[in-house]
């Protein structure tokens, strides 16, 4: 007798039920999009949380150093220009491009356009957090460091990069910001 093959196999079983659940995710973070506000706080009660896990469980600060890196270097690429003007200005380009920022009064109006959109930064710091978080319940990732070096080590990190970043902002002229910029209502005359 000839034997039925199965019509579906384990590993397209399991490639369906993952396919949909990547499908509700990101039904969820599409429903999550326009909840800026919402989705910050949760992600600042994650942030809460972790601390909390960090401070009463005495340990683990290696997984909390690592995420601040992760989390400054995530915050540097939000504040910087996609197109980054002293890169451009380097190479020379003589095309004339419309990617860089101005740099004196005459020139064209170029908007601000992020390296990082504000989305994709809270999805990946959320997801970082949730990783982090879940970090601490392992005792293989509790390396036993001196910690005060570490938080020392990022303040000195944090404050060289962010000051070199300010500068670059001065520097080329931009404000990766919204607010005390001026707003225009639109009159029908």
Known sequence: MDSTEPEQTPFAAVSAQTSRLARQYQAYLDKSTPYTTYRWIGTG?????????????????????????????????????????????DTDMEDGSASSLPTKQDEEFKPFIRRLPEFKFWHSATRALAIGFVCTWFSIFDIPVFWPVL???????????????????????????????????????
């Not at 020392?152 to 002229?173: A, D, E, V």
């Open 45 to 89: 009660v994650l942030l809460f949380l972790f601390f909390l896990r960090i401070i009463f469980a005495q340990g683990w600060y290696i997984v909390a150093y690592s995420l601040g890196i992760y989390l400054l270097n995530l915050f540097l690429a939000f504040l910087q220009p996609k197109f980054d003007p002293s890169i451009e200005q």
């Open 151 to 189: 938080v020392i080590y990022w303040i000195i990190l944090f404050c060289l990069t962010m000051r070199r970043q300010i500068q670059h902002m001065i520097k080329y002229r931009y404000v990766p910001f919204t607010f005390g910029k001026a707003r225009y209502n639109r009159t029908s005359n």
